[in-house]
């Protein structure tokens, strides 16, 4: 069965700090890869989308997330967070429906 | 309007109460997705709709949930005989080509 699996549940970080939000996947075709991000009191939205090519994926908002095959792996990273990067955080596969990982929910320190 | 609208934003249902759970989706897309999002969990899926069809209805939790979308376009969610368990946030998605767009939801709390 597909099956998304996101490593850590809470993250607090201080402005300024290096993100990485780790992503595991079981499925068994041709993969696509989201990130999801949903800031407080908004709906969800695509931070990010993985279907092919280039591993490394370039989002919005200077999110990147890197497709690794082997380690059936789509971490998403920030060099450097700010305030407003405050949200929950969920990593997704697709088929039809979208299997979705329990979410991480980021906190920033001002 | 350009994205998917759901109403109510919030609902408050005494338990044994019937909801009705409305999403209008982005003008065009044939795709129509729910999914539910319990407290701390991320959304799953409940079920699918390729134009008026209802494509996969493997995630709906029991025979107390039904969902339509009968002209293809606006889609309800109906949940007879409500549960405590059934409180959660109730998400409509459409999609364009590989990407779906979500609604803001709709709070259901079950007293």
């Known amino acids: 069965a597909q099956s998304v699996s996101q490593h850590n549940h809470h993250v607090i970080l201080s402005e300024a700090a290096s993100l990485e939000l780790g992503c595991n996947y079981s499925?068994?075709?041709?993969?696509?890869l989201f990130w999801y991000v949903q800031y407080p009191g908004q709906h969800l939205q695509l931070l990010l989308k993985?279907?092919?090519?280039?591993?490394l994926v370039k989002g919005i908002k200077g999110f990147e997330a890197e497709f690794i095959k082997s380690k059936f792996s789509f971490n998403l990273r920030k060099p450097s967070v700010q305030w407003s990067d405050t949200a929950e955080y969920f990593c997704?596969?697709?088929?039809?429906?979208?299997?979705f990982g329990k979410g991480t929910r980021l906190h920033i320190l001002p | 309007g350009a994205g998917v609208s759901q109403s109510p934003r919030y609902k408050v249902a005494k338990r044994g109460q019937d909801v009705a759970l409305r999403c209008d989706p982005i003008?065009?897309?044939?795709?129509l997705f729910w999914y539910q999002q319990a407290l701390g969990q991320g959304p799953e899926f409940l079920t699918y709709f390729q134009n008026e069809a209802q494509l996969d209805k493997s995630g709906l939790p029991s025979d107390r949930f039904f969902a339509e979308r009968p002209e293809g376009s606006v889609s309800t969610l109906k949940i007879q005989r409500t549960q405590q368990e059934d409180s959660a946030v109730y998400l409509c998605?459409?999609?364009?080509?590989?990407?779906?767009?979500f609604g803001p939801g709709t709070r259901l709390t079950v007293l």
């Open positions: 993985y279907f092919s090519g280039d591993p």
């Open positions: 003008s065009g897309h044939v795709s």
């Open positions: 997704a596969v697709n088929d039809d429906k979208i299997i």
């Open positions: 998605a459409s999609r364009d080509y590989n990407e779906q767009f």
């Open positions: 499925y068994g075709g041709t993969v696509n």
